[in-house]
């Protein structure tokens, strides 16, 4: 029971005090959404989770909508379009933080109950 209040929590602080940045750099970073863009970006996400689902594959939902979002943005090239240069550092936290959620949680494992 503690375990998931401590998710619950966490997910919550995580949202509070992180989530009007991860709104900004996907609304306005990648590139510039208004509500039909936006529509298009998630229904093409949702399309995919829901197709990776029924094919029993895991994928992470933000990635898959971060995925979207880029896409939508290679649709408007003559205005702009996709900022490649965010894509890419969004890229490069996905695969530096993996492997260290990854460190982390081994670190906590051995030192609990080593």
Do not use: D
Request: hydrophobic content about 50%; overall charge positive.
């Amino acid at each position: 029971f503690w375990v998931v209040i401590s998710c619950y929590l966490m997910i919550s602080l995580g949202t509070l005090f992180g989530g009007w940045r991860i709104v900004h750099t996907m609304g306005s970073c990648i590139t510039k959404l208004n509500p039909m863009r936006g529509s298009a970006a998630e229904t093409s996400a949702a399309a995919i989770i829901l197709a990776s689902t029924a094919g029993g594959v895991p994928v992470s939902t933000t990635q898959t909508v971060t995925g979207s979002i880029a896409g939508v943005g290679m649709s408007r090239a003559s205005e702009g379009g996709t900022h490649w240069g965010m894509v890419k550092l969004i890229f490069i936290a996905w695969l530096v933080t993996l492997p260290a959620s990854g460190l982390i949680a081994y670190g906590l494992m051995h030192m609990l109950f080593s």
